[in-house]
């Protein structure tokens, strides 16, 4: 909108590409309108010149244009962004190999040994991993399965379904024969129900914990499994003689769809709900520390007196901390941040716990006189949602004995993820402020201390089986490899690290994938490491697409996808299992609603089996995956070991031999000398008396 054109000299507004100074929207009345927006006006030249537009016109053509601006800013990002992903390799997309067809939504999945358990509406279903037969479906539940655990034994496999109720059931899948072990938290009396949480079987069987919550509270229940008393009672002659049949091992240089040989199948198996095998043994609860409170003692030498052994120091249970100090210190965190405390707060949501069985190692020994295999867990770790303590508990007791922490691992930040590597041998605690202490349990000591980025907090930890590079490519090295570790670390930012720690050199992290900025569908919502190929990880992310990575060289290998019709419809939360003994995982495919028919009966859902070593790019990689150790100590030390070297090994090794003199050190002994320390605090405490 303009006017005729005025005097040479008329000042008129200038385009908004040369405009000086920031674009702002006028006042919202005409009262405080400017009359004259002299510093919007320069003047041009006389046979281009238009007279300026009035109000509310002027203000309008602002916003126009602001809005023209801002427009033109997004169309050239995304043209950008086009011309970069058109210029990038996208990797290569692998379809699935194989499908398992279901009536019903799939809840969740585990893989163990040749088998896929998938639990759904009223119950779980075992599959051949190889030929995608149901072998047997247990729904006999008036609600759906929510989460499956299953732990291999070697013959036998330990399921842990937990239904919407809550409730966790042990199993035990055994040749043909499917046994129900325990409702471990069924009660008659719903009102009194509890919820499972979380769970964990030990290294062997031995040993079950088990998260509830109920009426309030939490705690963890952990029990003994006879699981030597259950094999005695299945291997019976009337079982041998129709004996469980081989299962047979996937044609990996076939790239065919998977097919089922019947004679080659498994026996059909049944559930033998009439044999009744041996419950679990109840043998401790547990239960979160209390909070610290005022000391009634009233010296240090009787805290001193009060304790009965070394055990438990610095649990915060025994101290010498009065109420007037509590109140001193409440008082000054109360007057510093006033302003904060005075709103409402939510609700504090109950503490919630992270367990692990701990094999025997030079920090947790077998007491003399508890027989059993050289690989049974004998120390629970454990530590509380806020807590700065990871407590040590030992699985040597009964149900009589008091549930006291053995040892306590204090941190200097609460303890907000922790994970045990699938071998027992590594443990990385992260606390919330973003430190992680690594530690090598089988020998005895810290790996190391690492702290993330700034801004970056640990979210989930994923070990890697240690590999090495060795031509350009990863090989895992024959034999144990001893005090070097390797994992992954994904952010709350959504980051992934690669964390590497080896013997005494200290450990060291390294940027995987950055936090993403602009492009937030490519957000990594889940990583699963990858037993059968070595140095790579599985990374989900929320556009739904599913990509290898290589971490060593810090790039993406191949892609893997459903069909179109079966896209991942919450992306963010993928449904996945990755087989810890064979190169393949499962993914659930999602039904698509766009072409879902009106009857439920009819759709389909699918879990997708994809197999590596029918991939082409990594066809070679999971055959010659291993390497000898001589071959990498040539490689690495081609002539003598130098002066460091021999220095760490010689260090490690005195470490090993003292870490061992210590466990062969008599208990007696041991708790001769602290009752000698015991009664010499006594004594000074006396003569404190009489002063």
């Given amino acids: 909108m303009s006017f005729p054109r005025g005097s040479q000299t008329q000042k008129i507004k200038h385009p908004i590409g040369t405009r000086k100074g920031p674009l702002e929207v006028p006042p919202p009345t005409e009262k405080d309108w400017p009359k004259d927006d002299e510093q919007d006006h320069v003047l041009v030249d006389p046979d281009e010149e238009l007279d300026s537009l009035p109000q509310p016109y002027r203000m309008i053509n602002k916003l126009v244009n602001l809005l023209f601006d801002q427009s ?53 279903s075992i599959y051949n991993l190889y030929s995608a037969k149901q072998i047997y479906a247990w729904e006999k539940l008036k609600v759906d399965v929510t989460s499956i655990w299953a732990t291999d034994l070697g013959n036998e496999i330990l399921i842990a ?17 499917l046994y129900l072990v325990k409702a471990i938290n069924e009660v008659d009396d719903t009102s009194k129900q509890t919820t499972c949480i979380k769970m964990e079987i030990s290294q062997g069987g031995d040993f079950a914990a088990f998260l509830l919550q109920g009426a309030g509270d939490i705690w963890l229940d952990v029990y003994k499994l006879p699981k030597e008393t259950w094999l005695k009672k299945l291997e019976h002659p009337q079982l041998t003689s129709n004996p469980k049949k081989k299962v047979r091992q996937p044609q990996l240089n076939s790239l065919g769809p998977i097919s089922a040989d019947p004679l080659e199948m498994d026996a059909n198996v049944s559930f033998k709900g009439d044999i009744k095998l041996s419950l679990p043994v109840y043998i401790m609860k547990i239960k979160p520390p209390k909070p610290v409170t005022g000391t009634t003692f009233k010296s ?27 109140e001193q210190q409440a008082e000054i965190f109360n007057a510093s941040y006033k302003k904060y405390l005075d709103r409402e707060w939510e609700e504090e949501p109950l503490s919630t716990a992270t367990f692990y069985f701990l094999l025997p190692s030079c920090l947790f020994a077998m007491p003399p006189e508890v027989k059993g295999p050289s690989g049974m867990a004998c120390v629970l770790g454990i530590h509380w949602t806020r807590s700065h303590n990871f407590f040590l508990y030992s699985l040597n007791r009964t149900l009589k004995d008091k549930a006291d922490p053995e040892g306590v691992w204090p941190c200097a930040a609460p303890i907000a993820v922790s994970q045990l590597s699938c071998s027992s041998s590594y443990l990385v605690l992260a606390c919330e402020d973003g430190v992680l202490t690594l530690w090598d349990l089988a020998k005895g000591f810290p790996l190391g201390v690492a702290a993330l980025p700034q801004g970056c907090f640990c979210q989930s930890i994923h070990f890697l089986k240690y590999f090495s590079v060795h031509k350009g490519q ?88 459903p069909p179109g019709a079966f896209p991942l419809e919450v992306p963010w939360k993928p449904v996945f299992a990755v087989s810890p003994d064979h190169p393949c995982f499962l993914l659930r495919g999602d039904y698509s609603h766009e072409t879902a028919s009106t009857d439920d009966a009819g759709i389909q859902y699918s879990v997708f089996y994809f197999n590596f070593e029918a991939c082409p790019l990594l066809e070679n990689i999971s055959k010659n ?55 010499y605090s006594l004594s000074l405490q006396r003569e404190n008396f009489k002063k």
């Fill in 474 to 561: 990863n090989m895992y090295p024959e034999g144990q490899v001893k005090s070097q570790m390797k994992c992954v670390v994904l952010c709350t930012d959504a980051s992934l690290h690669l964390v590497e720690a080896s013997g005494t050199q200290g450990p060291t992290i390294s940027v995987l994938v950055e936090r993403p900025v602009k492009h937030l569908d490519k957000t990594i919502c889940a990583v699963a490491p990858v037993p059968a190929l070595p140095g790579m990880v599985l990374i989900f992310s929320k556009n739904g697409s599913v990509c290898l990575m290589d971490v060593a060289k810090r790039e993406i290998i191949c892609a893997f996808a």
């Fill in 72 to 124: 033109w800013e997004i169309i050239e990002e995304r043209n950008a962004l086009r011309e970069a992903e058109s210029s990038q390799i996208q990797p290569t997309v692998y379809p699935p190999l194989g499908e398992i067809q279901l009536n019903k939504m799939p809840n969740c999945m585990a893989v163990s040994q040749d088998y896929v358990f998938i639990g759904g509406a009223k119950g779980f």
């Fill in 161 to 177: 379904p937990v239904d919407e109720m809550g409730i966790i059931r042990l199993f035990y899948f055994y040749k043909e024969g």
């Fill in 625 to 679: 995956c291993t390497i000898p150790q001589r071959d990498l100590d040539n490689m690495a030390f081609p002539q003598a070991l130098p002066l460091e070297k021999r220095c760490e090994r010689f260090l490690q090794k005195s470490c090993v031999a003292l870490s061992y003199r210590k466990l062969e050190k008599n208990p007696e002994k041991e708790e001769e000398h602290w009752a000698r320390l015991q009664r």
């Fill in 300 to 326: 240090p030498l009787e805290v001193f007196a009060k304790i009965k052994d070394c055990y438990g120091l610095g649990s915060g249970q025994n101290h010498f901390i009065k109420d007037s100090q509590w």
